[in-house]
C-alpha cells in the first residue's frame, strides 16, 4: 500500500479524490452524468468515478432511491427513505488491506428502533465490514463498527445531521466525524470483498433510510495528510 503524500495544487489543478493513492471506489451522487434514473428520478444505477465496472445498482422499482435535485449545500443527493438501497455490480472487491471509508452522508433523522446499516461491505459472514446506527432515542443512540470485532460511540448528537464521517478500519482503527476522532480502536482484520448503501448484507433488512452526498473508499489506512485533504474537499462541498 502506497502512503505517498500528494499535492492538490501542483500545477494549479484542485483536489480530487482520483487523486488519492489506493483509492477503490467514488461514488458521487451530485454528479448527474454518474447517475441513472427513471422518469420518477428513482435510480438503477450509479457509476463509480474510478472504475465504471464497479458500480452500483438497484433493479428492483420498489427499492429504488430518490435523485433529489440541490438537496444539500446545493449538490444533489440520493435518499434511501422508505426502505429503499444499492447493492454493488462486482462480485469480489479486491482490497488488499483494511479500507478506509470515507462519506459525506445525513446520519438517520428519524427513531432508530433497530440497527440502521449505513454501508455493509460483505457478501458472507467472514469478510465484512460495516457502519451502523443504533438505538431507541436520542439520548441513548450509539453507532456500531465492525469488521470481525465491534466498537461503538455515542451516536445521539449526530442524528439528523450533515456530517463528513471517515471510518479506518482494522486493528487499528479509527472513525473520525467532521474531523474530530471520535473512536479509536481494533474493530478486526476481516476484509470486505462487495458493498451494500444504506441495507444489511441481503439488502432486505436495517435499512438506513437517509441521505446520500458522497463516498469513497482507500484500500488500507490514509496518511494524515491525505485524510484532512479528503475531509476539506468533502466539508467544503457539503457542509454550508
Not at 49 to 68: A, H, M
Not at 203 to 227: C, H, K, P, Q, W
Not at 233 to 239: E, G, P, Q, R, V
Request: net charge negative.
Amino acid at each position: 500500500m502506497s502512503n505517498i503524500q500528494i499535492n492538490p495544487y501542483a500545477h494549479g489543478i484542485p483536489f480530487s479524490p482520483i487523486d488519492l493513492p489506493d483509492v477503490e471506489l467514488w461514488y458521487d451522487f451530485s454528479d448527474l452524468s454518474t447517475i441513472t434514473k427513471d422518469g420518477s428520478d428513482r435510480v438503477s444505477k450509479v457509476t463509480d468515478k474510478i472504475n465504471s465496472l464497479n458500480y452500483l445498482e438497484q433493479s428492483v422499482s420498489g427499492s429504488q432511491p430518490l435523485w433529489q435535485d440541490n438537496t444539500q449545500n446545493g449538490n444533489d443527493v440520493i435518499s434511501t427513505i422508505g426502505d429503499r438501497s444499492m447493492l454493488d455490480s462486482f462480485i469480489t472487491k479486491s482490497y488488499s488491506n483494511s479500507p478506509t471509508i470515507c462519506a459525506a452522508v445525513l446520519f438517520p433523522p428519524i427513531p432508530a428502533v433497530a440497527a440502521r446499516t449505513m454501508f455493509w461491505n460483505t457478501d458472507d459472514y467472514v469478510n465484512r465490514a460495516f457502519f451502523e446506527y443504533q438505538g431507541v432515542d436520542g439520548a441513548n443512540d450509539f453507532i456500531g463498527v465492525y469488521s470481525g470485532a465491534s466498537q461503538t460511540f455515542q451516536g445521539g448528537s449526530y442524528r439528523g445531521a450533515w456530517a463528513v464521517l471517515v471510518m479506518q478500519y482494522g486493528s487499528s482503527g479509527k472513525c473520525w466525524i467532521n474531523g474530530v476522532e471520535v473512536m479509536s480502536g481494533s474493530t478486526g482484520t476481516q476484509i470486505p470483498t462487495a458493498f451494500r448503501l444504506g441495507c444489511d448484507s441481503d439488502g432486505i433488512n436495517y435499512f438506513s433510510n437517509t441521505l446520500f452526498g458522497e463516498i469513497v473508499t482507500v484500500d488500507g489506512a490514509m496518511s494524515t495528510a491525505n485524510r484532512v485533504l479528503l475531509q476539506d474537499y468533502l466539508t467544503d462541498k457539503w457542509i454550508p
